[in-house]
């Protein structure tokens, strides 16, 4: 898939990565405090400071997903706001405007042939658009307009925050950096066309 290409998809996948393997660590140091705890060696003075330390183990597992949380929307927020700088139009990217001027009239096909020509001018799939409608032409972009990605970030950006350290959502990623997770895969294969590698975002 090429979503798995774009920049920021790695960065949600290496947050996510991390946060699972965080959570790894505290069960196995959970595990060895409790064993440590029952061991017939331990002082009550030791014991009694192993329950301290678990006691607050909860409230360390509720601040660490707030903060993985924050990191996934930090994330995607900066993908947003370079998706919003990509959609301003640029008279600099217009560059087949002689063409869309009306000296010539275009058909449906022109226009996607246009739009292939142009993939990943925002501002020429813009202009590609206002030309069809201005000659009630029935024809409709193929590339994924800016708020189509934003919306699609969004949605990402929701599955993977609602990721804890562990339960299912963990095991299916896990799986899935290994190469058998249908389940990831599934979701991302919705968002692949309209997230893409990100390539068009480059020049902002």
């Known amino acids: 898939m090429n979503i798995q290409e774009n920049p920021y998809i790695k ?3 290496k947050t996510v990565s991390e946060h699972i393997r965080s959570g790894d660590e505290r ?13 017939e060696h331990t002082t009550p003075h030791q014991k009694e400071e192993i329950t301290r330390e678990l ?23 900066e993908y947003i706001e370079s998706v919003r700088k990509w959609g301003i139009p640029s008279s600099e990217n217009l560059t087949d405007a002689a063409v869309l001027s009306g000296a010539i009239e275009l058909t449906p096909d ?13 501002t020429m799939a813009r202009a590609l658009r206002e030309y069809a ?3 009630d032409l029935h024809w409709m972009r ?16 929701k599955y993977f925050a609602d990721h804890r350290e562990d339960g299912l959502s963990a095991q299916n990623f896990t799986l899935f950096e290994m190469g058998q997770g249908e389940a990831v895969s599934s979701f991302l294969s919705k968002h692949d066309a309209i997230i893409g590698n990100g390539r068009e975002l480059k020049t902002v």
Do not use: W, Y
């Open 11 to 13: 960065r949600i996948f």
């Open 27 to 39: 069960r196995k140091k959970i595990e060895k405090l409790k064993t440590t705890q029952e061991s």
């Open 55 to 77: 006691s607050v183990m909860p409230v360390q597992v509720v601040n660490v997903q707030a903060a993985f949380q924050d990191a996934i929307q930090a994330i995607a927020d």
């Open 110 to 122: 022109d226009l996607t042939a246009l739009e292939e020509k142009h993939a990943g001018n925002e």
């Open 133 to 135: 409608k201005r000659n």
């Open 142 to 157: 193929s590339s994924p307009s800016p708020e189509l990605k934003i919306n699609s970030m969004q949605e990402i950006c």
